[in-house]
């Protein structure tokens, strides 16, 4: 029977669909992390009767044909890029983006990633890096004597140094930009990779046309809203529920089929 093939593909596009609920509400409180939704699509379809064939010699037309579906899939699990609220921590080195663009932080491989979780620190050279250790680039060094340090809109980083009176500007922090963020690749750890999906990335200055600003001393909270995720965990138990019952009457008409003398 195709129901039971049917049902079973909705089964597991249901399971696909509560662990990327999960895991948007297993990172409630991640700094920086956007929500993901899933999309299905429905699977091929078997002509029983195929639509606009010829039902006479005479050239008449079937009008809408028999098909019968066979089941969905999971096409694809988007990333939501909507703005998370700004949480202020007083940190003077935690950078929130207000708006479009990611933090570029150079991996130890070499390689280049992006996020947008601005929880930064000093690494005992002086240099900002991110909580991972991985230098936020173009690879800005603090003074060691400076007594505190003010990042503005702009990115520009400017260390108040003992005995100086003006601030020292010791380099800025620039942006990077996507045509489609949502073809980024998650690495885990709040970081994304670019892929022939998201485009070539193009870097500009915080405040600038088509960048978001910084703000010191704030962090991006994660743009999960629990309420809409808690309906959807419900709709998606409901639906694997009725999926399992599919399986289940058609289990009883084979039976009642095998119980035939």
């Known amino acids: ?64 044909g028999a098909q019968v579906g066979l089941g969905v899939k999971t096409a694809a699990v988007y990333r939501i890029d909507e703005q998370g609220n700004l949480q202020q921590t007083s940190n003077q080195f935690d950078l929130a983006i207000s708006g479009n663009g990611f933090l570029q932080v150079t991996l130890p491989s070499g390689d280049t990633a992006y996020t947008r979780d601005g929880t930064l620190a000093l690494s005992p050279s002086g240099e900002i890096v991110t909580a991972d250790g991985y230098v936020v680039q173009p690879g800005i060094t603090v003074p060691t004597n400076a007594t505190a340090v003010t990042i503005n809109a702009s990115g520009e980083v400017l260390a108040t140094v003992a005995g100086q009176l003006a601030q020292q500007n010791v380099g800025q922090i620039q942006l990077a930009a996507f045509p489609n963020d949502a073809g980024l690749e998650a690495t885990g750890g709040s970081l994304y990779l670019a892929t022939p999906a998201s485009g070539t990335s193009t870097t500009g200055i915080p405040g600038t046309v088509g960048f978001g600003s910084v703000m010191q001393g704030f962090v991006e909270t994660s743009n999960v809203n629990v309420v809409s995720e808690m309906s959807n965990l419900i709709t998606a138990q409901r639906a694997y529920e009725m999926n399992s019952r599919v399986i289940s009457a058609s289990d009883e008409m084979l039976s009642t089929i095998a119980k035939l003398q």
């Open 1 to 64: 029977m195709r129901s039971l093939d049917i049902a079973a593909t909705g089964m597991q596009a249901q399971q696909t669909n509560v662990e990327v609920i999960s895991n948007n509400i297993a990172n409630l409180n991640t700094t920086g992390y956007k929500r993901q939704r899933v999309e299905f699509q429905d699977l091929l379809y078997q002509n029983l009767r195929r639509v606009g064939s010829t039902s006479s010699d005479s050239g008449t037309v079937v009008p809408s």
